[in-house]
């Protein structure tokens, strides 16, 4: 009987009807009650409303929740909270379109939110909950697909530690499909906040299928999991959950990422979350530039054929960052886009440094054209991100989006301790130091004359001279100076020779109640000096002139 039950369960999970039309979802958990380990299991659900919706349509849906001690399963009803019996519309549109989702003909995508309570046992710490089902969407070609016949699978996991009671990451805002734009920088968030404050990482994985196993991918993406096809490479952010490409195919390319949760370095749980990438050069595409309007920041040697890119395309020295000035340099920063669209910006940010400036009275076109002015930048690394909505030229339809996300690096500007230090033998060597270097960032002095000392830290340095020296400090970055900044400080070591004097007369008598001038002579001109008699007592100083 036992067997019989479990061959139920398995058939319950396993036996759909086959179809094309899931696009994504992911399962999330949240904490009712510590004391009897109760929690609400969500699975949240994306159709191509092109298919079908026979799967969906109920009431209800089954998950499994399998114990990890034992390596058995429990199926576990969810309930329908969202969605109806063909879902609610989440398809990006410009004003005006309707998606085949709600009658219309454009493509589109709905969302299932299934909810329902579960006591995990306490007799075993591990559990992981899955969903799948034999209907992924067949549209994708950046992974290999069944035909028809491709499993859908996604999971969550929960390990339960002493104390640790956690609810997972979840981010009911974020959609698992996006329309982006052909050879165009684009940029999709994976981030999802954390009720705990537990510690997040984000690690892109394969999609999986049937029973967990790692989907095959196209092309050549890294072994570990599928992109889309790009024309040069992608950036992944693992704590942020951030990835930028570019590509350069018409695709629907699909994503997967795990978003791990750790407390104190243990693996508390994690929640697979897929996207899906549809990537078009539909005429509401339109690229975004950011770029330096005066030449004022700094260059680096490279290969003319290479780029200054953040989206991980050209690897060389300024991988990171797209323009490189100096702290106290005039920032001129022109952006530029399609009038149509809509730019969303964190520059009002830095409107406390910084003013905007529209461009577009003094033209008449197309290009939305405006000017940013940094007065005063500040030291450091600031992401300028331009996220763009775009529609069609006319009429309604599908919303694309494309992104740009500019690094600026503002460099710490040279400092010496000091301007002005002075040097005598009898006090020894004197001390030259600079304030921190920023990462990549070398330095030359412009001579090393007097150098006695050089620490492991060659920006601190001990100096011993003959005579007035100066002393300048030139910042470099990655080989080449950023000749139009304040790249450079200057200290002025001054030499102070031995001290001697005469005295006249050397030596003298003097009758009780008589006066008598002593004369002390220095040797050399380095004035005002300060001097004290001694010993004082039984005289007095008729006359307290300079020596």
Known sequence: MKKLLILAILFLCHSYVKATHIMGGEINYTLLDSNTRLYKLRLVIYRDCAGSNNTLNGGAIQITVRNLCSNTNVGVTLNKISGGANGVDKTSLCGGATSNCSGGSIQGLSQYIFEGNYNFPATCNEYRMFYQIQARNSALNNVVLAGNNTWFYTESYIKFI????NSSSRNDNLLLSANFCLNNNNRFSFYSPDANNDSIVYMLIRPRQLNGTPMVYTGSPTPDSSHPTFDCGYNFDSKTGVYKFRPNVVQNALVAC???????????GYVVREAQFVVSNAGGCGDISLNSIISNYCTTKKDSSLKIDAYGCYVDTFKSYDLVFCEGTLINLNIKY???????????TYTGYGTMTDLDSLKNDSIRDFRFVWNNPIFGVHNITLDVNNCPTTGGGLKYTNSVTNVIRVLRSPKLSKDTIFYCLAGGAVDLSVNTLDSGVTFVWNHKTGFSYTSADTTKIKVALTKDTTYIIRYKYYGDTCASCNNFDTLVVKYVPDFSYTTSPKNTNICISDNQQLTVTPDGSFPPYTYKWSPMENYSILSPMPL
């Open 162 to 165: 002493p104390f640790n009671f």
């Open 338 to 348: 399609l009038n149509k669209n809509k730019v969303i910006t964190n520059l009002n």
């Open 258 to 268: 795990r978003i791990n949760e750790y407390k104190n370095g243990v693996l508390v």
